[in-house]
């Protein structure tokens, strides 16, 4: 393991297993965060919630971070909020609609064309949607969480796979919930067109998916030899703009409950910035807050559900991904 140094984020600890996260011992704030001064970031979803909270601590501790938004008046206002704490901060504004391959394919020659080769040191898969009332279908014919919070993601970090730096400390974080463990993956209705539900089905699915696809992509990096790390991490339950399409009595009683079951955006922050950036944090981990049923607290390992470590799901998945993108995804080479 390389040691921490004030460019170079020290590699995550290897994990034999993926369900062998190790104990922080101690709470983690960003304060911790070793210094980011040389390194450049992508992450989804910076203009809101935790996203926008994880931007602001990679800028406070010195990253270039690459900032995605579905327009551009999105990302220039989460930049200028940013410049606004961290004056001196190196943020590029872009255009990213995850529900959109050709939107994904686009950001991602902007990156090769404006940082080419090798020039990422960390990938946050943090952008997500949540319980849309109504199926909606993509321009590519997707289910919209579907398309949005696993084939986006899918497809961004392969085709950005080529601009990672080869080298230890490098890292893919991938945003899962407490959701995913009442999610199961129904290959049957994957893009809810037998049936539609939009919190438990559809979103459930959606973030068990991720959190498979974060462990799968880790197996596959450890069987290649590649020194970058996969690891994935959930916010507990954090008072940001997801909660928007809630209805019923989740929409009568989010605002005021939220606040008190749950925690800030900038606490829900934490546990992808722990991934991301600490040198306890082990490839194939996962992380989340520490409390009761992992809803909020300081980051430390998270419980996996059963169905994320299964393999043959797993690959059967990976596979349903690279086919419905086109995009084959070969860690390899
Ligand atoms: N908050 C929680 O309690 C909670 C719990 C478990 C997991 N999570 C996960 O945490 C992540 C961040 O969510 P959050 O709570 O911070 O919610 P948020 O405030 O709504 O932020 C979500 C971000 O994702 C972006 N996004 C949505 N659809 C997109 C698309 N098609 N293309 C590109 N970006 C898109 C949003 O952009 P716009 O501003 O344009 O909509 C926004 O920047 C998500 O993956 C979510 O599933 C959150």
Redesign the pocket.
Known sequence: MTRPSATTAPAPKSSPSPSASASTGRSWTADQMPPQHGRRVVI?????????EAALELARHGAAIIL????EA?AADAIRRIRAAVPAADLTPAL?????LD?VRAFAAMVEERFPGPSLDLLIN?????ALPRREITEDGYE?QF???VL?PFALTALLFPRLKPIAGTRIVT?????AHGGKIAFDNLQGERAYSPLNGA?TQS?LA?LIFALELQRRLGAAGSPIASLAA???????????NLKGIYKLLGPLLMPLI?HS?RQ?ALPELFAATAPEALAGGYYGPNGIREIKGDPAPAKLPPASTDCALASRLWTTAEQLTGIRFDVGG
């Open positions: 989804t979803g910076a203009n809101s919630g935790i996203g926008f995605p938004a579905r327009s999105k990213l609609d995850l529900a959109s939107s943090n952008a997500g949607v949540m919209r398309a949005t919070n986006g945003l899962s919930s407490i959701a979103y973030k991720d959930h916010p507990g339950i954090a008072v940001t703009n997801l909660q928007a749950g955006a829900g």
